[in-house]
């Protein structure tokens, strides 16, 4: 049983998606959450939903971008709550702010903007986190990265190369700061089905997604959560400088592997197979 009593949470992003899965699984399992987000909206009011339940909850804007909104976050925590145990750099900037695409066709600020927004933020988050870590006397640095970090798209090269990059920050923290009782892991998503995704991205790509994963069904932001609540507990004491893998799958296959199970299997793609939420 995972027990998060008395920790202290961080999570950026924490408003919606993978974020606000974790913030609701870490407060119910005792923990004190800290909902860093620039959607003050959204992040009030998972406050005042996770407070309602008897949680210990706060929000507090930070933009991953301002390097001074990082550094006061986890301040904050401390001030608030007494200390800092985990910290979950979860929050990314989306493609709206800084458009990827192949390299040919690059522009260097999108570059530099992606790189910061999806590595540059996350290694400012454990620069600040760490000291506060090593008073406590240790904690736990969970990193959201993604598949493209492992495998190649076509026209995601800036953010595939900031999650490859977000891979050997993961492995230097844990390796630097192991012996102050330190760990940094990396959760590695597949496919998610969040809200923004299915707001941005049209259904045949998800059916996509969905008959390219050998598990029935895509992930959920509660699944991804699990994993993070693994990674920032007792119960993975002795791991640290990893990345795990959430995809169902998608990526332990061989090309083959789909036209097979089909022609072996009769397995074809419809949404109670693949159990698509309902809209």
């Not at 909104?69 to 985990?86: C, N, P, Q, Y």
Request: hydrophobic share 45%.
């Amino acid at each position: 049983m995972i027990d998060l009593t008395g920790k202290v949470a961080v999570i950026t992003g924490g408003a919606a998606g993978i974020g606000q899965a974790t913030a609701r699984k870490m407060t119910a399992l005792g923990a004190s959450v800290v909902i860093a987000d620039v959607d003050m909206a959204s992040a009030d009011a998972l406050v005042d939903e996770l407070t309602a339940a008897g949680s210990a909850a706060a929000a507090v804007r930070a933009d991953i971008l301002v390097e001074s909104d990082i550094e006061a976050m986890l301040a904050f925590a401390v001030d608030r709550f007494g200390g800092l145990d985990i910290l979950h750099n979860n929050a990314g900037i989306p493609r709206t702010i800084a458009p990827d695409s192949e390299v040919a066709l690059m522009d260097a600020t999108n570059w530099r903007r992606t790189l910061d927004g999806h590595l540059t933020s996350a290694m400012l988050g454990c620069k600040y986190a760490i000291p506060h870590m090593i008073t406590r006397g240790g904690g736990s640095i969970v990193n959201t990265s993604s598949s493209s970090a492992i495998a190649a798209t076509m026209d995601l090269a800036a953010y595939s190369s900031a999650k490859a990059g977000l891979h050997a920050l993961t492995r230097e923290v844990a390796v630097t700061y192991g012996r102050d009782n330190i760990r940094c892991n990396a959760v590695v998503p597949g496919a998610v089905l969040t809200a923004r995704g299915r707001a941005t991205l049209p259904p045949d790509i998800f059916r996509l997604f969905a008959e390219e994963t050998p598990l029935p069904r895509l992930s959920m932001p509660e699944d991804i959560a699990d994993a993070v609540v693994f990674l920032a507990s007792e119960a993975s004491r002795m791991i640290t400088g990893q990345a795990l893998v959430v995809d169902g799958g998608m990526q332990s296959k061989l090309p083959y592997w789909l036209p097979k199970m089909k022609a072996t299997r009769g397995d074809r793609f419809d949404e109670t197979t693949f159990a698509f939420p309902e809209d």
